[in-house]
């Protein structure tokens, strides 16, 4: 029998575990058998996917340790390179699994800027309404899995509580409850559904006691600040140095937030605080983004009242780039053009390269497009916050015990599918 | 405390070195400087550590390939460091174009730590080298893998249509369980 393998690979019958491979990447105590090396992952529950991590341990105590990435590439950047422009945003839902809203905006905003296209004030409100309950889905992840990993089994079963209602007004917007692909170049998808209003100001109505609750849980639960308080610090200067961002940064103290700093979709004209922390422990990073959910509300709030006064359509009027509406078909021969052109041919863009980055609930999420003067990319890339969290993994985690590794992946929220796109 | 004016970092850059700067372009309010490849280290230093600049965060490394077109006298490969400064709150793109036959560029992780993985991406990805470079290995592909997937003369799919003509051929090479 043929073995199956990967194309391009040599066909080895196995990896024989050399431990001369790791010379240099482990200290020489590992090599003489003093310390022990473990492999963690890539299938362990508290690795939030498949991330595999070689730990070298001296007892409990991490000397070394070793983050692996890969398992999940799924070759997004190269697939979006043989697609048209438009075409590109389903992928992007794929990357960053619980913040898709995010992943298509960034990308949609590439594209939007590499084209000079213009959105409607409508459209931007729409946008920032699932960019927050986008950070809302994805701080109840990290949040129910965080605790989880702490011992903390009930919060999960909360937090998924109310992860439900937001992806069930995702499926109201987008049709879909995961990978939405509803912001697009120059708006978003279609207008608000009927249904969808009520459900988000119903929601509003109770998530704040919620938040209350997971708090009375364990902001001042003394198993779990022992577990996460002087855990995993992250000094101001390491942070910056490491590329982190988003909550991580801050939790170190760092006032950067992409929605204040260079704002988007009309970030500048909501009123909300960006939460800091002191120390750049675990117990800081969990206070940041429990904050953070309050933060969201008041925008979300802020939002539905703007969505009242907001000009222009929920996408752009701009025929060369935005698909006209299905009832024109049967009566405009221009839109049937356009229509034909768009989903065969796609647009044109010059071949000139654009950098945007946004604030994903994890951090700094940047996408780099270049394109050709054709209808396709040249380059795509995703300067993704999950990557950079884990190059700095061995950085955070070094003299800390093994259990608190767990805390601190927990604490630097990482999704697999955003770091590896 | 009195924060420095800010400068303008290709003219800083230009009276530096400016035997460095190849080129400085503008598109849609985005500067990009471009450099010689083997001053990139000296360049995101000196951008880094000058008053008035202060580019002290890496956002990212993004590797492009013009195949089968180039650009500056032939030259196939491109790197973009993408900077920014927390201080002055502004964007700059360092870039540096290489050849084909010799894709090296100085690693940047003396500067930047956060370049440690990224430029490990962009030489399994593109195969850039990054001399000086730690621990350049792959990191996403399998250690055995063959090519850098993101080249644009990679093949994006790897089934090839089976056709009356080729059909014989493809069941030669096809990987599936044979008497």
Not at chain 1, 76 to 90: A, H, W
Not at chain 1, 383 to 406: E, Y
Request: charged share 25%; proline share 6%.
């Amino acid at each position: 029998m043929t073995m199956m393998t990967h194309p391009g690979a040599e066909a080895t019958s196995s990896w024989e575990g050399n431990i001369e491979e790791l010379r240099n990447l482990v200290s020489d105590r590992a090599l003489s058998g003093e310390t022990l090396l473990l492999n963690m992952g890539p299938h362990h529950p508290s690795t939030h996917g498949v991330l595999r991590v070689l730990l070298e341990l001296d007892g409990e105590e991490i000397v070394t340790c070793l983050p692996d990435v890969g398992y999940l590439h799924t070759g997004i950047e190269k697939n979006i390179e043989s697609k048209t422009y438009e075409k590109g945003v389903t992928l992007t839902d794929r990357m960053d699994y619980l913040a898709p809203m995010s992943n298509n905006a960034v990308f949609s905003m590439a594209v939007e800027k590499l084209a000079g296209l213009d959105v409607p004030e409508r459209a931007q409100v729409i946008r920032v309404i699932c960019l927050e309950l986008t950070r809302l889905n994805s701080h109840l992840v990290w949040l129910g899995t965080h605790a989880l990993d702490l011992g903390a089994m009930s919060v999960f079963l909360y937090a998924f509580r109310e992860r439900e209602v937001i992806l069930d007004m995702f499926e109201m917007l987008s049709g879909q409850r995961m990978m939405t692909s509803y912001i697009r170049p120059g708006g978003v998808w279609r207008d608000l559904t009927p249904e969808f209003l009520p459900a988000l100001e119903d929601f509003l109505g109770y998530f704040p006691a919620r938040v209350s609750d997971y708090e009375s849980l364990l902001t001042n639960n003394p198993i779990f600040k022992d577990r996460t308080q002087g855990i995993g610090i992250v000094e101001p200067e390491d942070a910056l140095a490491w590329g982190m961002s988003g909550p991580c940064l801050r939790g170190s103290g760092v006032n950067w937030d992409i929605r204040k700093a260079m704002p988007y979709s009309g970030y500048e004209q909501y009123d909300f605080d960006v939460p800091l922390g002191e120390h750049g422990d675990v117990y800081d990073r969990y206070l940041v983004r429990i904050e953070e959910m309050r933060q969201s509300v008041r925008i979300l709030k802020q939002a539905i009242k703007r969505l009242e006064s907001a000009g222009g359509g929920f996408r752009s009027d701009n025929r060369k780039f935005v698909p006209p509406p299905r009832a024109e078909l049967g009566r405009s021969m221009e839109a049937v053009i356009h229509h034909f052109k768009l989903w065969t041919e796609g647009y044109t863009l010059p071949d000139e390269e654009v950098y945007v980055g946004i604030e994903s609930p994890r951090g700094e999420i940047g996408c780099y497009l270049h394109g050709t003067g054709g209808n396709k990319p040249r380059r795509v890339r995703f300067k993704t916050p999950s990557f950079m969290h884990i190059s700095s993994l061995g950085m955070v985690s070094q003299g800390h015990m093994i259990a608190d590794l767990v805390a601190i992946i927990g604490s630097i929220d990482i999704v697999l599918g955003d770091s590896d796109r | 405390m009195q924060i420095p004016a800010a400068l303008n970092p290709a003219d800083a850059l230009k009276g530096k070195m400016a035997d460095a700067v190849l080129d400085v372009k503008t598109f849609r309010d985005e500067t990009t400087i471009v450099v010689e490849p083997s001053r990139v280290p000296e360049v995101l230093h000196f951008l880094r550590d000058s008053r008035g600049l202060v580019y002290n965060y890496l956002s990212d490394i993004s590797p492009v390939d013009y195949y089968p077109e180039t650009r500056y006298d032939g030259r196939r490969f491109a790197v973009s460091y993408h900077l920014y400064s927390l201080l002055y709150n502004r964007r700059l793109r360092v870039k540096t174009y290489l050849f084909e036959d010799d894709p090296t560029v100085p690693t940047a992780t003396e500067v930047y730590p956060a370049a440690n993985w990224l430029e490990r991406e962009a030489h399994d990805m593109m195969g850039i080298d990054f001399s000086g470079h730690p621990d350049l290995r792959r990191l996403l592909m399998p250690d055995d893998w063959k090519g850098h997937p993101h080249r644009r003369d990679y093949p994006l799919g790897y089934e090839t249509v089976m056709f009356s003509f080729n059909a014989e051929n493809i069941a030669k090479h096809k990987p599936f369980a044979k008497e």
